[in-house]
């Protein structure tokens, strides 16, 4: 069975201090695809960053990077310069070959000024 | 444009009411989904429709029934919930028609049930 384990529940950071959530997961197939979700109080499930396993390169966007170890399972977000509409509840999140998407139990990001 | 709307934002009905919740995309994309998130929880998959056809029911309960009038539009018809149904349902869509993003899942803002 596909898992994804986040094993921060909850994690504070200064505003401009850089943060990493971490994030792995347990999969037999060699193609797929991972993600990272923030999920602000609003609720809206926001898209922040994507990466295709067959890919070595690892993913950035913007302030976000990811440090993908596709041999240790592992999938990390780094936010630089952190910023207080950051705060969220952060998912990652395992796409298989059916297109169904596992996702973590998440991690509470508090952004403090 | 990678926008997908839910209405409404929220609804409170009781076990005996018929209700629907409605979600539209208009991407290009072929694939939608519903989705349950409980408080403190991360969302879990209930259906899955590709190209209007469903393909996906993770077991979920006959008083909840997915429809699919088109490739943008998605329902979701509720009839004699219970409390423990209340949540925000969330719906996504995916899979653009030109084939590029095929993999990843744009989600709607969600429409917060409580049943009564």
């Known amino acids: 069975a596909q898992t994804v384990t986040q094993s921060q529940p909850e994690m504070s950071v200064q505003e401009a201090e850089t943060v990493t959530l971490s994030c792995t997961y347990d999969t037999s197939e060699s193609n797929y695809y991972l993600f990272w979700y923030k999920q602000p109080p609003s609720r809206q499930m926001i898209l922040v960053i994507r990466?295709?396993?067959?890919?070595?390169q690892n993913a950035t966007e913007n302030r976000f990077s990811v440090n993908f170890q596709k041999a240790a399972k592992s999938f990390s977000l780094k936010i630089s310069d952190s910023q207080l509409g950051d705060t969220a509840m952060y998912f990652c999140a395992f796409m298989n070959r059916d297109d169904k998407i596992i996702f973590g139990k998440g991690t509470r990001l508090h952004i403090l000024p | 444009d990678t926008e997908v709307t839910q209405t409404p934002k929220h609804l409170v009905m009781g076990m005996t009411n018929k209700k629907s919740l409605k979600c539209e995309q208009h991407?290009?994309?072929?694939?939608m989904y519903w989705y349950k998130q409980k408080a403190k929880k991360p969302p879990e998959l209930m259906f899955v429709y590709s190209y209007e056809k469903l393909s996906i029911n993770e077991s979920v309960p006959s008083r909840f029934s997915p429809e699919c009038p088109n490739s943008s539009l998605l329902n979701l018809h509720l009839h004699a919930l219970q409390p423990e149904d209340s949540a925000l349902y969330l719906c996504?869509?995916?899979?653009?028609?030109?084939?590029?993003?095929?993999?990843?899942?744009?989600f709607g803002p969600g429409t917060r049930l409580t049943v009564l």
């Open positions: 996504a869509s995916s899979q653009d028609e030109q084939g590029q993003d095929t993999d990843t899942q744009y």
């Open positions: 991407m290009g994309h072929r694939a």
């Open positions: 990466q295709e396993a067959y890919k070595q």
